[in-house]
């Protein structure tokens, strides 16, 4: 292989590396949120993991205090915007729930937005402010938080990486019977079916 060949391939890999970003959401069950959110043109990996808390290295069976399940979302800014991200994540969770979501209560499936920047931070704020507005009769409970470390599922626990596509007879019956897509429907109706269908 030629230099100039070389450096055309490492000029590729490296300009396909920089327009990589990421961002890290909690809402719920991290099975549906990464089935959820690796549905969008864009979006090249969903990791599903842990974040938010100060233990070092969570798990899911074992000891995960005061983290949240949550997903590490790997996207092309070219391609879906972190604003079209922030506006496909409030359809795809219950902003009133204080308990937890859906089905899933306890504080590691409380819904929160992890934001790494002030740029983050202040397209976050403003989508939450709109979510706000349009549920003027209602509690919006959904915090934006600091990002902090992030803890993706392994070892003898990656089976919920990609549960959703191993065991997909099991996911359709959980996410059925946990009354997610109802809720959700319930809660925006046309407004998420028409983000979901754009997308």
């Known amino acids: 292989m030629n230099k100039t ?3 055309a391939l490492f000029l590729s890999l490296f300009t396909a ?13 991290f099975w549906c949120m990464e089935s959820d ?19 070092e290295n969570p798990t899911y069976n074992g000891n995960h205090e005061g983290h949240y399940e949550a997903v590490e979302i790997h996207y092309d800014p070219d391609v879906v ?5 922030l506006d496909y994540y409030w359809v795809n969770i219950d ?22 920047n002030d740029e983050e931070r ?10 706000v507005e349009q549920f003027s ?6 915090p934006i938080l600091p990002a902090s470390t992030f803890y993706p599922i392994k070892g003898n626990e990656s089976y919920h990486q990609d549960y959703y596509k191993n065991n997909a007879a099991r996911y359709k019956y959980y996410r ?6 109802k809720r959700l429907d319930s809660i925006w109706g046309d407004q998420r079916a028409a983000l979901v269908k754009a997308h």
């Open 5 to 7: 060949i070389k450096a």
């Open 137 to 142: 009769s209602q509690t919006v409970v959904t």
């Open 176 to 181: 059925w019977s946990c009354g997610r897509d």
């Open 37 to 55: 959110f690796e549905q969008l043109e864009g979006v090249s990996e969903v990791i599903s993991g842990f974040t938010g808390g100060e233990l």
């Open 17 to 29: 590396t920089a327009q990589a970003d990421t961002a890290v959401f909690a809402g719920g069950c």
């Open 81 to 85: 915007s972190y604003q079209d991200l």
């Open 122 to 131: 202040a397209l976050a704020e403003a989508s939450r402010a709109k979510v």
């Open 95 to 116: 902003p009133f729930d204080d308990r937890g979501q859906f089905c899933d209560k306890g504080s590691e499936y409380l819904a929160a937005l992890f934001v790494a």
